[in-house]
C-alpha cells in the first residue's frame, strides 16, 4: 500500500534570537500514514507534535526532510501548487473560537472552502454546505449565526465542516476535543469516527490524552522532545508499549475495569529544557531503567518483530531493545 | 454593527457632535442655495466711508470683509473649502497609512522594519514646518494643500495599523485560512481588512479633525488656500489687522473651526470608545 | 542600559541623517530659484548665473549635500542668502528664546492639567468632571493660532494688561506661555484622568483609606505619585509636539525664536536657514522621543528597554 502521507527525516528548528540556543522542535522524524487509517500521534506538551501535524500540511516550513502526499513531493512544490492540494489535506485546530473568524457568519466560513478552490456554483455550493451541516449534526438556521453564539461543542463541529466540505483525503486534527467539556468530547469523537466511516477519511489524531486516542487510533506514534520514540499498532502500544516513556504514559491512563488497572510509573524530574537537551537519549534523566550508554548515545529507532500480529510493525528508539542487550 | 449605532446615539456628546458635522456639512452641500450672495462678490456699498469693513446689519447679517464681501458667504463657503481639504487629505493619509501599515504588519522581515523605519524618519520632522514649507513653495491649489498635508499626517495612522495588523495576524483564525488555501489577497481583504475596519474608522474622524487644523493653520499663515477662495483660516488672515476694531471677522471663523474639529474630536473619540473599550480614553 | 543608549543614539543619528537629506532634497527640488531671489527682480541672467556658482548651486545634489554634511560636522551650518551671517550664529541667537518659551509652556501645561486631570478623576462622573473633559477636548481641537489671537485680542488690546507680543520683559512672557500651557494642558489633564482613576482603583489605595488616612493625604500622597508616571514619558513627546508647531505662536506673538527666523527664512527662500532649523528641531524631537523612551521602564517596570 502506498502511503497516503509520508514524511521522510523531518527537521524543524526553531531560532530563538540569540536568547538560549535554538529549540529543535522536531528532530529527524520519519513515518508513513496508510490511507484509510488513524495514526494518534501523542507526546506531552512540547514533544513536537502539534508542530508535526503542521509540517505534514507544510503550514510551517521544514528546515530540512521531505513530505510526501499522496505520491507528490510537497516539500518541493511551490506555493502555488501547496495550496492546491490543501484541497485535499485539512487541519482541525484545538480552539474553534480562535480559529474561526469571528466576523463572519458560519455560512460564509463553511463555504469558504469551496470558493477558495472554485468548487462548484453558488447553487451547487448551498447544496454541498446543507449537506455538510446535516452530516455535523447542526440545524441549519445555524447558518446565518456567528461563532460565538454556540457553544464549543458546536463551534468544533462548525470546525469539522470546515474541513471535510472540500471532501480532503486527510485530516490532522490537533487536540480537537482538549478544550472541550469530558462529555462532549465523546460526541466528537464519535462523529469524527462516523465521518472517517461515510467519507473514507484518513485521520492523523494529535493529542496528549492516550485514553482519548485510544478510540480512535488504528496506529500510534509516541512522541518525546522531537523524537518519534515508539510507534506501532494501538493494540501493541497499549497492551505491551516497549519504551519506558511510553509505558509511563500508558500506566497513567485511567481504567475503570479493575483487571485492567496498572502500576502507576511515576516519572522522576521535569520536562527537559528544549533549548539544552539532554545528552544521549533525551530521555535518559527521568528514565527508569536508565543505562550508562544512555547518557552518551542516543539510540537509532529499531524495528521489532512482533510475532503473530498483523500489523507487525513496531519500532522503537530505545537501547533496551539493541540486539543482544534483551535479558 | 447596528447595536454600536444605537450606543452612541446615546452618548449626548457624540449625537451633538454628529448634529454639528451634519449642519455643516449641510452648509457646505448646499452652499449656492443658502449664502445670501456671492462670496467673492466686493459690493459698492460693502464698506463703510472710511474703507474698513460693515458690522452686521440686517443687509449684511454677519457683515462684511476687508473687501466688502458678505462674511457670511464667505464663512458658508469656507465650510466647503475646509471640508473638502479635511476630507480629501485625510482620505489619502488614511489610504497611505494603511497601506504602508497592512504591508509592514503583514509581511514583516526586512520589508516590515524598512516601512516602520521610514515612519521612524517621517516622525522626526517638525510636522508642520514641513508643510509649511512644502505649502509655500508649490503652486497654491486646493490639491496640492490637501495632498501637503497628507503627507504629514499619514504617520501616525500606519503606526497604529501596523500594531494592529501584527496583533491579528498571529491569530489562530488567520492561520487557520490559510490552511484551508487561502491565498495571501484572500486573507488580506476578507479576513485582515475587516478586523482593521473599526481602527480605520476612528482614525479616518479622528484625522479629519487634524486636517482640518493644519489647512486652517496654513491659510491663516497665507500660504494654505490662497484667496480669494474662501476658507475659515484664509478669513482670518487677510482679516487680522481688523481684530481690534472688528473682531468678529476672526472670531467667527475661528469659532467655526474650533467646532467643526472639536466634533470630529468628540465623535472619533467616542467611536473609539464604543468599538474599542481597551483604548485609553474615559472610563 | 548603556548599550541600549548607544544603539538609540546610534539610530537617532541615522534618522537625523535621513532628515537633512529628504528636507535639503526637498529644498533642492522646489521650483524657486535662491539664487533669483537674492539677486533681486532687475538682475542680469549673468548677475543671476554669478551667484549661483558662488553659492556652489550648480553643482549635482549629492555633491552639495556632501558640502553640507562635512561642513555640519565641523559646526558650519552654512551661512544664510539673504542676511550675510552664518546660520549657527542665527540659531544660536534665537534658540534661546524659543526654548525659554518650550519650558515655561510645558511647566504651565502639566500645572494645569495634572491639577485638572485630578481633579476631574475625583470627581468622576460629576459635573465638574464633563465640563473638565470638554475643556480639554476643547483644548485639543482649537489650532494655536486662534487662541493666541483671541487671548491677544482680551489681555492685550481690551484689557491692555500685556503687550502686544514682542519679546524682553517677563510681562511678554505671560501670554504666549500661558496660550501654549492652556492649549496643551487638554491632552496631560485627559491622560491624568484616566491614570489617576487606574491608581484610585488599586487595592492599595483601598488599604490606605481603610488605615485611616484623610481623603486629601490619600489623593495627593499615594495616588499622585504613582499616577503621574505616564506624565513623565509625555513630557519627551510633547518636546517633538512644540517643536512641530513652533512657527505659528512665534510669528503671532512676534516671538523672537527660531519658529520665527524659519518663518521669515522660508518666505524668503533662504535655504541654509530652512535646513538649519529644521535640523534643529528635528534633533529636539528625536531626543525627546529618546527621554520618552528611556523613562518608560520607570514607569512602567514590566516594559523592558527591547527593540
Same mark, same amino acid.
Given at each position: ?88 489535506? @485539512? ?68 470546525? #469539522? ?7 480532503? @483525503? ?35 489524531? #494529535? ?75 533525551? !530521555? ?44 | ?104 504588519? !503583514? ?112 491659510? !491663516? ?63 | ?20 537629506? #529628504? ?24 548677475? =543671476? ?216 527664512? =522660508? @518666505?524668503?527662500?533662504?535655504?541654509? #536657514? ?34
Amino acid at each position: 500500500m502506498i502511503p497516503l502521507l509520508s514524511v521522510r527525516d523531518l527537521v524543524k528548528t526553531f531560532g530563538t534570537k540569540g536568547k538560549g540556543g535554538d529549540v529543535r522542535a522536531v528532530n529527524h522524524v520519519s513515518l508513513d500514514v496508510q490511507p484509510g487509517q488513524t495514526l494518534g500521534v501523542v507526546g506531552e506538551s512540547g514533544s513536537g507534535k502539534s508542530t508535526l501535524g503542521r509540517l505534514m500540511l507544510r503550514l510551517l516550513e521544514p528546515t530540512s526532510g521531505s513530505i510526501i502526499f499522496n505520491g507528490t513531493t510537497l516539500s518541493d512544490r511551490g506555493t502555488k501548487d501547496v495550496r492546491r492540494h490543501r484541497r485535499q489535506m @485539512q487541519m482541525i485546530f484545538q480552539d474553534p473560537l480562535a480559529s474561526l473568524d469571528p466576523r463572519m457568519s458560519v455560512r460564509k466560513l463553511i463555504t469558504e472552502p469551496l470558493i477558495i478552490h472554485r468548487m462548484g456554483d453558488k447553487q451547487e455550493q448551498s447544496a454541498k454546505v446543507h449537506d455538510i451541516m446535516d452530516r455535523v449534526g447542526l440545524s441549519i438556521d445555524a447558518l446565518d449565526r456567528f461563532p460565538h453564539e454556540f457553544s464549543g461543542g458546536q463551534r468544533q463541529r462548525i470546525s #469539522i465542516a470546515r474541513a471535510i466540505i472540500t471532501m480532503p @483525503q486527510l485530516i490532522v486534527a490537533d487536540e480537537p476535543v482538549s478544550s472541550l467539556d469530558v462529555s462532549i468530547q465523546s460526541q466528537i469523537l464519535n462523529l469524527l469516527l462516523d465521518l472517517r466511516r461515510d467519507l473514507n477519511l484518513t485521520y492523523v489524531f #494529535i493529542s496528549h490524552d492516550l485514553a482519548v486516542v485510544q478510540h480512535l487510533a488504528d496506529t500510534v506514534a509516541v512522541m518525546h522532545l522531537g523524537e518519534v520514540v515508539e510507534m506501532a499498532s494501538a493494540s501493541e502500544i497499549f497492551n505491551n508499549p516497549k519504551h519506558p516513556y511510553t509505558q509511563a504514559l500508558i500506566s497513567a491512563v485511567p481504567q475503570i475495569d479493575l483487571d485492567l488497572r496498572r502500576e502507576r510509573i511515576v516519572l522522576r524530574g521535569d520536562i527537559p529544557n528544549p533549548q539544552k537537551p539532554p545528552t544521549g537519549c533525551h !530521555f535518559h534523566p527521568r528514565c527508569p531503567q536508565a543505562m550508562s550508554i544512555c547518557s552518551q548515545e542516543a539510540p537509532t529507532p529499531l524495528l521489532l518483530e512482533v510475532p503473530g500480529v498483523a500489523l507487525g510493525v513496531h519500532t522503537v528508539t530505545c537501547h533496551l531493545y539493541t540486539p543482544g542487550r534483551e535479558e | 454593527m447596528n447595536s454600536t449605532l444605537r450606543r452612541l446615539l446615546h452618548r449626548k456628546l457624540a449625537l451633538g457632535s454628529v448634529l454639528v458635522i451634519l449642519l455643516i456639512t449641510s452648509a457646505a452641500l448646499f452652499a449656492p442655495e443658502i449664502a445670501p450672495y456671492n462670496p467673492n462678490e466686493q459690493f459698492m456699498n460693502g464698506l463703510s466711508p472710511l474703507g474698513s469693513p460693515l458690522a452686521p446689519s440686517s443687509h449684511y447679517l454677519l457683515g462684511t470683509d476687508l473687501l466688502g464681501r458678505d462674511l457670511l458667504s464667505r464663512l458658508i463657503y469656507g465650510a466647503r473649502t475646509s471640508l473638502i481639504i479635511g476630507i480629501l487629505a485625510n482620505g489619502v493619509a488614511v489610504l497611505i497609512g494603511t497601506f504602508l501599515g497592512v504591508l509592514a504588519g !503583514f509581511l514583516r522581515g526586512p520589508t516590515g522594519s524598512a516601512i516602520m523605519r521610514f515612519t521612524d524618519l517621517m516622525m522626526a520632522f517638525p510636522a508642520l514646518l514641513l508643510a509649511i514649507t512644502l505649502a509655500s513653495i508649490f503652486s497654491p491649489s486646493l490639491l496640492i494643500v490637501a495632498l501637503v498635508i497628507a503627507m504629514v499626517n499619514w504617520v501616525q495612522i500606519a503606526r497604529v495599523i501596523y500594531t494592529q495588523t501584527i496583533s491579528i495576524s498571529e491569530r489562530e483564525f488567520i492561520e487557520a485560512t490559510r490552511s484551508l488555501g487561502a491565498s495571501t489577497p484572500r486573507i488580506l481583504f476578507k479576513h485582515l481588512l475587516p478586523h482593521l475596519l473599526p481602527t480605520i474608522l476612528v482614525w479616518a474622524t479622528l484625522g479629519i479633525a487634524t486636517t482640518v487644523l493644519l489647512e486652517a493653520t496654513l491659510s !491663516f499663515l497665507g500660504i494654505g488656500v490662497r484667496p480669494p477662495t474662501p476658507s475659515w483660516g484664509n478669513i482670518i488672515f487677510e482679516n487680522q489687522s481688523y481684530f481690534a476694531t472688528a473682531p468678529w471677522l476672526v472670531f467667527l471663523p475661528g469659532v467655526a473651526i474650533v467646532l467643526l474639529a472639536l466634533a470630529f474630536n468628540l465623535l472619533g473619540d467616542a467611536l473609539r470608545d464604543e468599538l474599542d473599550p481597551t483604548q485609553r480614553g474615559r472610563s | 542600559m548603556i548599550r541600549y543608549v548607544s544603539r538609540r543614539l546610534l539610530q537617532s543619528a541615522l534618522i537625523l541623517l535621513g532628515v537633512s537629506f #529628504i528636507t535639503f532634497f526637498l529644498l533642492y527640488i522646489l521650483p524657486a530659484d535662491p539664487a533669483q531671489q537674492i539677486a533681486g527682480r532687475s538682475a542680469t541672467p549673468e548677475t =543671476i548665473a554669478n551667484i549661483r556658482v558662488q553659492l556652489g548651486l550648480d553643482q549635482p545634489l549629492f555633491v552639495q549635500y556632501w558640502h553640507y554634511l562635512v561642513n555640519l560636522v565641523h559646526g558650519n551650518f552654512g551661512r544664510s542668502y539673504i542676511q550675510r551671517t552664518d546660520v549657527s550664529e542665527l540659531l544660536a541667537s534665537r534658540l534661546g528664546p524659543t526654548l525659554y518659551l518650550m519650558l515655561c509652556s510645558i511647566l504651565i501645561e502639566l500645572v494645569i492639567g495634572i491639577t485638572a486631570g485630578v481633579i476631574a478623576a475625583v470627581k468622576r462622573g460629576k459635573t465638574s468632571d464633563n465640563a473638565i473633559m470638554l475643556f480639554s477636548f476643547i483644548g485639543v481641537s482649537a489650532p494655536q493660532f486662534i487662541l493666541s489671537i483671541l487671548m491677544l485680542y482680551v489681555f492685550a488690546v481690551k484689557l491692555k494688561w500685556f503687550p502686544i507680543g514682542g519679546y524682553g520683559t517677563p510681562e511678554h512672557f505671560v501670554l504666549p506661555a500661558l496660550t501654549l500651557g492652556i492649549l496643551g494642558s487638554g491632552w496631560y489633564g485627559r491622560v491624568m484622568r484616566s491614570s489617576m482613576l487606574d491608581v484610585l482603583r488599586q487595592d492599595y489605595i483601598r488599604t490606605s483609606r481603610a488605615k485611616g488616612a484623610s481623603e486629601l493625604r490619600v489623593v495627593l500622597v499615594h495616588s499622585l505619585r504613582n499616577a503621574i508616571l505616564p506624565i513623565v514619558a509625555m513630557i519627551g513627546l510633547d518636546i517633538g509636539i512644540f517643536m512641530g508647531g513652533v512657527v505659528v505662536v512665534e510669528s503671532v506673538f512676534a516671538w523672537p525664536g527660531i519658529g520665527q527666523l524659519a518663518w521669515q527664512a =522660508i @518666505q524668503r527662500v533662504d535655504i541654509p #536657514i530652512i535646513m538649519g532649523v529644521t535640523l534643529v528641531s528635528a534633533i529636539a524631537i528625536v531626543l525627546g522621543n529618546l527621554l520618552a523612551d528611556l523613562l518608560s521602564p520607570l514607569v512602567d517596570p514590566r516594559i523592558k528597554l527591547n527593540r
